[in-house]
């Protein structure tokens, strides 16, 4: 996937930081989701309770990614990091020291976590803006691979719960976050060249670009799947097979994994390929793997096998969407970040929490599911209506790079 000349051609420590970074601010972005069932259990949830539970961190990780895209471009990736990794810690020991002890402060806590959210808006400028284009998916499927943080998550936190107590496990994550903080701080470098500081309303203009509002859209599928998933797989398969929280835990551990090996991969084959043309695919292949799933499969390994497929897909979407961005944004890529990034968690929020709200009134997850399938279709035509425009305008002026 890499060869000397991506190697020559950024910084890799800096990359290795980048990827460290997200790979510890997902894993603690995603607890509560691994944890929603001993959570739910102890404080008497009802499923729309959880749903909003495992959705709240990802609705604050998102508001807060435009805002962490913003500080991006005024102070550099570097120091904006370093803050939010400040808050993350922070909010890791008091929920340990102090203990969480009703819903609303469940709440409160998600809102908090969602500061880890918010590094996907930090991670991806401090590697995007040490390559030249023709390497930016692969660059930023590594550093975006990060988000296999939830597996670590999805694999320790319940069998962590069970043994020690949920609150606990927040203690134990600070100690992984606190080495990687310290890692941070002594490889990243912030790239040499950054594009020159605007206005705050400067920044809004993207918003008149109507392809800003495609790209956020393709990421809130992409992106809005996979974190949705990630979070509320656990109590799906609690729910819906009887799994216990811990067996619940490997199988959703197993899709996140295969969501965020992929992304990488899915970079360097938009790299390859063009992100237009493997996003045409991968956008398939999610909408028919969700259908599938959502007439509830007899046994649980039929149904973890249809989410694995969609989670490939979607985290390979997730390296492609990424693999354009930076082609069309490059001046502003800290702020399309912060925007792309944002609807990608408002997604993964409106996911999660209406999976809760399906079972909640229906009885059933199959709404919820098959209205993302839509949704996948959807992104499909939007795709295919702009592709031949893409590439015959700005795409035509990319050298080596293809879209």
Same mark, same amino acid.
């Not at 803050?83 to 020291?97: H, K, M, N, R």
């Given at each position: 996937?890499?060869?000397?000349?991506?190697?020559?051609?950024?910084?890799? $420590?800096?990359?290795?930081?980048?990827?460290?970074?997200?790979?510890?601010?997902?894993?603690? &972005?995603?607890?509560?989701?691994?944890?929603?069932?001993?959570?739910?259990?102890?404080?008497?949830?009802?499923?729309?309770?959880?749903?909003?539970?495992?959705?709240?961190?990802?609705?604050?990780?998102? #508001?807060?990614?435009?805002?962490?895209?913003?500080?991006?471009?005024?102070?550099?990736?570097?120091?904006?990091?370093?803050?939010?990794?400040?808050?993350?810690?922070?909010?890791?020991?008091?929920?340990?020291?102090?203990?969480?002890?009703?819903?609303?402060?469940?709440? %409160?806590?998600?809102?908090?976590?969602?500061? @880890?959210?918010?590094?996907?808006?930090?991670?991806?400028?401090?590697?995007?803006?040490? /390559?030249?284009?023709?390497?930016?998916?692969?660059?930023?499927?590594?550093?975006?691979?990060?988000?296999?943080?939830?597996?670590?998550?999805?694999?320790?936190?319940?069998?962590?719960?069970?043994?020690?107590? &949920?609150?606990?496990?927040?203690?134990?994550?600070?100690?992984?976050?606190?080495?990687?903080?310290?890692?941070? #701080?002594?490889?990243?470098?912030?790239?040499?060249?950054? $594009?020159?500081?605007?206005?705050?309303?400067?920044?809004?203009?993207?918003?008149?670009?109507?392809?800003?509002? &495609?790209?956020?859209?393709? /990421?809130?599928?992409?992106?809005?799947?996979?974190?949705?998933?990630?979070?509320?797989?656990?109590?799906?398969?609690?729910?819906? /097979?009887?799994?216990?929280?811990?067996?619940?835990?490997?199988?959703? @551990?197993?899709?996140?994994?295969?969501?965020?090996?992929?992304?990488?991969?899915?970079?360097?084959?938009?790299?390859?390929?063009?992100?237009?043309?493997?996003?045409?695919?991968?956008?398939?292949?999610?909408?028919?793997?969700?259908?599938?799933?959502?007439?509830? $499969?007899?046994?649980?390994?039929?149904?973890?096998?249809?989410?694995?497929?969609?989670?490939?897909?979607?985290?390979?979407?997730?390296?492609?969407?990424?693999?354009?961005?930076?082609?069309?944004?490059?001046?502003?890529?800290?702020?399309?970040?912060?925007?792309?990034?944002?609807?990608?968690?408002?997604?993964?929020? /409106?996911?999660?929490?209406? %999976?809760?709200?399906?079972?909640?009134?229906?009885?059933?997850?199959?709404?919820? %599911?098959?209205?993302?399938?839509?949704?996948?279709?959807?992104?499909?035509?939007?795709?295919?209506?702009?592709?031949?425009?893409?590439?015959?305008?700005?795409?035509?002026?990319?050298?080596?790079?293809?879209?």
């Amino acid at each position: 996937m890499t060869d000397r000349a991506f190697l020559k051609a950024g910084h890799p $420590p800096t990359l290795l930081a980048a990827f460290l970074y997200f790979d510890m601010a997902f894993m603690v &972005w995603a607890l509560l989701g691994p944890l929603g069932v001993q959570i739910a259990a102890e404080l008497q949830l009802n499923a729309a309770q959880k749903g909003f539970m495992v959705a709240v961190p990802i609705l604050s990780g998102a #508001l807060l990614r435009l805002p962490a895209g913003i500080l991006v471009d005024r102070i550099k990736p570097k120091l904006t990091g370093i803050i939010g990794q400040v808050i993350v810690l922070s909010s890791l020991l008091g929920a340990w020291i102090f203990g969480v002890h009703g819903y609303l402060q469940v709440l %409160l806590l998600g809102v908090l976590l969602g500061v @880890a959210g918010a590094s996907f808006a930090v991670a991806l400028p401090l590697a995007s803006r040490w /390559y030249p284009p023709e390497y930016q998916g692969t660059a930023l499927g590594i550093a975006g691979a990060g988000n296999s943080g939830t597996v670590f998550a999805a694999l320790f936190a319940p069998s962590l719960a069970a043994a020690l107590g &949920w609150t606990s496990v927040f203690g134990l994550a600070a100690i992984p976050v606190g080495i990687v903080f310290v890692i941070y #701080l002594v490889i990243a470098r912030d790239a040499p060249n950054p $594009p020159p500081v605007k206005s705050l309303m400067a920044y809004l203009t993207v918003l008149k670009i109507g392809d800003a509002w &495609w790209f956020m859209f393709f /990421y809130s599928v992409t992106f809005g799947g996979f974190s949705g998933l990630a979070s509320s797989l656990s109590i799906y398969f609690n729910s819906e /097979y009887g799994l216990s929280p811990v067996v619940a835990g490997y199988f959703t @551990a197993a899709c996140v994994f295969a969501g965020s090996l992929v992304r990488p991969i899915g970079g360097a084959l938009a790299d390859r390929v063009g992100g237009v043309r493997a996003l045409t695919v991968l956008y398939i292949i999610a909408a028919i793997a969700v259908t599938l799933v959502s007439f509830r $499969p007899p046994q649980a390994w039929m149904a973890l096998t249809l989410f694995v497929a969609a989670m490939l897909a979607l985290g390979m979407g997730n390296g492609s969407v990424f693999q354009i961005v930076p082609q069309r944004f490059r001046a502003e890529i800290g702020v399309m970040t912060g925007l792309v990034g944002m609807t990608g968690g408002v997604g993964g929020f /409106y996911l999660a929490s209406s %999976l809760g709200l399906s079972k909640q009134i229906s009885g059933s997850y199959q709404p919820g %599911l098959l209205v993302f399938a839509l949704l996948a279709l959807l992104a499909l035509v939007g795709l295919t209506s702009i592709k031949r425009r893409w590439r015959t305008t700005w795409g035509a002026t990319l050298g080596l790079a293809r879209i």
